[in-house]
């Protein structure tokens, strides 16, 4: 292959990456999560970064409720909420991260981003493993 075809096939791609990656974005914006209380009595919407944007009572069921008992039952609800937002976003996000980086680590700012840029830059060889897609993927 000519240098000019190898150059096309390289933009070619990044530019596949940058599409993936901008169709991710505007996925990712749009994300919410809502979950009801086991009892039903609430229901509460958390936004892609696990903001909570909705907090619903749907019934009079907690006007009898103790604070206590009202309290735990919204941040459970809020924590499920959280969890199933959480779980979308892995699912959107995973085929974008390279191959070895867990998804959890970047979510929960424990990523060691020398690992993804080390010190000294990466041979071609070591890169194309590293955009190779997941056996099995």
């Not at 075809?5 to 791609?13: F, P, T």
């Not at 909705?54 to 604070?67: G, N, R």
């Not at 499920?80 to 937002?85: G, L, Q």
């Not at 060691?112 to 897609?133: G, M, V, Y």
């Given at each position: 292959?000519?240098?000019?075809?190898?150059?096309?096939?390289l933009?070619?791609?990044?530019?596949?990456?940058?599409?993936?990656?901008?169709?991710?974005?505007?996925?990712?914006?749009?994300?919410?999560?809502?979950?009801?209380?086991?009892?039903?009595?609430?229901?509460?919407?958390?936004?892609a970064?696990?903001?909570?944007?909705?907090?619903?009572?749907?019934?009079?069921?907690?006007?009898?409720?103790?604070?206590?008992?009202?309290?735990?039952?919204?941040?459970?609800?809020?924590?499920?909420?959280?969890?199933?937002?959480?779980?979308?976003?892995?699912?959107l996000?995973?085929?974008?991260?390279?191959?070895?980086?867990?998804?959890?680590?970047?979510?929960?700012?424990?990523?060691?981003?020398?690992?993804?840029?080390?010190?000294?830059?990466?041979?071609?060889?070591?890169?194309?493993?590293?955009?190779?897609?997941?056996?099995?993927?």
């Amino acid at each position: 292959m000519d240098a000019e075809a190898r150059l096309k096939e390289l933009l070619d791609g990044y530019q596949r990456k940058r599409d993936g990656f901008m169709e991710l974005q505007k996925q990712l914006g749009g994300t919410t999560a809502t979950v009801r209380s086991r009892d039903r009595s609430v229901s509460v919407t958390v936004d892609a970064r696990g903001q909570l944007t909705a907090l619903k009572f749907e019934s009079k069921d907690y006007q009898t409720m103790e604070p206590a008992e009202l309290s735990e039952v919204i941040l459970d609800t809020l924590g499920k909420a959280r969890d199933k937002v959480r779980g979308e976003a892995r699912q959107l996000m995973t085929p974008f991260l390279p191959q070895g980086t867990a998804f959890d680590e970047l979510a929960d700012g424990k990523l060691d981003w020398s690992k993804l840029l080390p010190e000294k830059p990466r041979t071609p060889e070591e890169i194309r493993k590293l955009l190779a897609p997941e056996e099995g993927s």
